[in-house]
């Protein structure tokens, strides 16, 4: 065995001292390491609070199934609304649609929920949380950084692409119908012929895509003016030939008016994600057709 000085004598001299005898090893009583009992009282706490978990994790499987059989026998399917108009069905745990083990119908991503005359949004609809932009603008917080890489990228090109519209509330939407209405009064022959003629150029109050925070009206900084001769501006070539990179889509093209119910707007841009935009402009399709045959 081997000891060591204590500090206050390592500096002292040397003095010859003599030799301890080793102590008898035959007589000395074995010590009993602590371990093994130590280690049996850990072994009993896991096996005890592997227990409790396995019967509280039984008993909240219990109270799913009885309350998914509620749901059932009252003749409502059990159903998570992650965005108002963006139904998944599952638990909250489920992939998301898209995803390995998800649902595979993309009409229920958020991204390409449809907001059209056929298909309105809720009055209570909420985003889940906006990102603000300069000017007072805003749009959902999930499409902004390919926005914002988009912008950032035609800026890059020499362009200026400014956004003169994005998220409306639906008391917007309804003052800006209603001037609409107010201006095509005079040509037509009532009311309702007039709402009917306002609603191809300004969209009704839930109908509006800048009520789901995923569009935005771009323009060029040097032709501000929301006419077909946008379409032939620097900015807008460059976004109809880029946008898809970014997830965007020019929602309104001026041969699907039929199909979309809105008039060709070479400034309306949305976000689908970077896969649906790509698919959605190299086949020349606009969103209701795209959402039809997926």
């Known amino acids: 065995e081997y000891y060591a000085a204590a500090p206050a004598q390592w500096d002292a001299p040397m003095v010859s001292r003599p030799r301890r005898p080793a102590p008898s090893r035959a007589r000395r009583k074995p010590r009993r390491s602590p371990l093994p009992f130590l280690a049996l009282l850990l072994g009993l706490a896991l096996f005890a609070g592997g227990f409790l978990m396995g019967r509280v994790e039984a008993a909240g499987n219990r109270a799913a199934q009885a309350a998914a059989g509620a749901g059932a026998a009252s003749g409502g399917p059990v159903r998570i609304l992650a965005v108002p108009g963006a139904v998944h069905s599952g638990t909250e745990d489920a992939p998301a649609s898209g995803e390995a083990g998800g649902t595979s119908d993309s009409r229920d991503d958020w991204n390409l929920i449809l907001v059209n005359g056929d298909h309105p949004l809720p009055q209570d609809f909420q985003i889940p949380e906006f990102t603000q932009l300069i000017n007072g603008h805003a749009i959902d917080k999930r499409a902004y950084p390919a926005l914002q890489r988009m912008m950032d990228d035609c800026r890059a090109a020499g362009l200026e692409p400014t956004i003169c519209s994005s998220y409306r509330s639906w008391e917007k939407q309804e003052e800006l119908f209603q001037r609409k209405v107010q201006s095509c009064l005079p040509q037509a022959g009532s009311l309702e012929e007039a709402e009917e003629q306002a609603a191809v150029w300004v969209a009704r109050p839930g109908t509006s895509e800048h009520q789901a925070g995923l569009a935005v009206d771009i323009v060029d900084k040097s032709y ?19 946008c898809a990179e970014y997830g965007f889509i020019l929602r309104y093209p001026t041969e699907k008016s039929d199909l979309t119910g809105v008039g060709y707007e070479p400034w309306h841009y949305r976000y689908v994600g970077e896969q649906a935009a790509g698919d959605i402009m190299s086949r020349g399709l606009c969103l209701e057709e795209y959402l039809e045959n997926a």
């Open 224 to 242: 501000q003016l929301l006419d077909e001769r946008q379409e032939d501006t620097a900015v807008q070539k460059w976004l109809m030939e880029h």
